[in-house]
């Protein structure tokens, strides 16, 4: 017994292009169950949204120039952070601080010492945000919090990148 047929049939039982045609009509039912009929697994963990435990964030930005500085202070606290071009539901700008910063200098001798450079500023920048304390990845916006990690410090007049330097739950 031949597979295909001299009529075109396979397994002299059903034309191949009629089979073809069956095939991708049952994947395309298939994917229509699967994409609307079946729940929907939540990918906006950590939206801010989402949560209903306080947050705290430190952010170290180091190194900014002193007209940086005075604009990232001039940011008022109770501030909202922006991502796109929307506020952030359920942040806020608890505190900013500028400390001197520390530099490296080389002398003559060879030797490496520790000077403060007169025309950098560190900033320490403490945000609130509502977060699940149970999510797998804390996340403000799209920007994900960790620490080490690089933030982008973003409100409605100032947009600086910081690194996060601590996270905490505090309880309310």
């Known amino acids: 017994m031949k597979i295909v047929n001299e009529k075109g049939k ?21 994917f229509v169950a699967i994409k609307f009929v079946a729940p929907a697994v939540n990918n906006e963990a950590g939206t801010g949204d989402s949560g209903s435990d306080e947050m705290v964030v430190t952010l ?6 002193d007209y ?8 008022e606290i109770g501030s909202q952070l922006v991502a796109g071009n ?17 530099t490296a200098v080389n002398t003559d001798t060879g030797e490496i010492n520790q000077a403060i450079d007169e025309q950098r500023y560190d900033v ?8 699940n304390k149970e ?4 996340k403000i916006a799209t920007q994900e919090v960790r620490v080490g990690r690089g933030f982008v410090f ?8 910081a ?10």
């Open 68 to 75: 940086m500085k005075d604009q990232i202070m001039d940011v």
């Open 86 to 102: 929307d506020f952030v539901p359920d942040t806020e700008v608890l505190s900013i601080e500028d400390v001197e910063y520390i």
């Open 163 to 172: 690194i996060v330097q601590k996270v905490e739950f505090v309880n309310e």
């Open 124 to 131: 320490i920048v403490k945000i609130k945000a509502k977060q």
């Open 10 to 30: 396979l397994f002299g039982l059903i034309n191949l292009v009629d089979l073809i045609v069956i095939i991708v009509a049952l994947l395309l039912v298939a």
């Open 135 to 138: 999510d797998p990845i804390y």
């Open 60 to 65: 170290y930005i180091r190194g900014v120039m």
């Open 154 to 161: 973003k409100t409605q007049t100032v947009e600086q990148n």
